[in-house]
């Protein structure tokens, strides 16, 4: 059974960093191929925000965080992280780690979510 725990949320002036972390347990390489973070801001729908393959060679970004956000997995592959930075109040939102098997787009595993709020 996958397992899903997100920590690192908080809150951070604009132009601030904080640091995301996803505890992942029960993963496997079948399992958790893929991992990724999304959110979602009060009033609007889930978005995606960035994913990495297994081995973390494979990264993909929304447009409105690339340059200011990095995924990363440990290399145990029982973490996935997010490092934001140069945070902006458009970032507030609640943070949610997910998986997917590979070659599969749907993911199938989340996390309870762990929120940001950024002040301008």
């Known amino acids: 059974q996958v397992q899903l725990v997100e920590s690192g949320g908080g809150l951070v002036q604009a132009g601030g960093s904080l640091r995301l972390s996803c505890a992942a347990s029960g993963c496997t390489r079948s399992s958790c191929y893929n991992m990724g973070w999304f959110r979602q801001a009060p009033g609007k729908e889930r978005e995606f925000v960035a994913d990495?393959?297994?081995?973390?060679?494979?990264?993909s970004y929304a447009d409105s965080v690339k340059g200011r956000f990095t995924i990363s997995r440990d290399n145990a592959k029982t973490a996935v992280y997010l490092q934001m930075s140069s945070l902006k109040p458009e970032d507030t939102a609640d943070y949610y780690c997910a998986a997917r098997r590979a070659g599969v787009v749907a993911y199938h595993y989340w996390g309870q979510g762990t929120q940001v709020t950024v002040s301008s």
């Open positions: 990495s393959n297994w081995s973390g060679g494979i990264t």
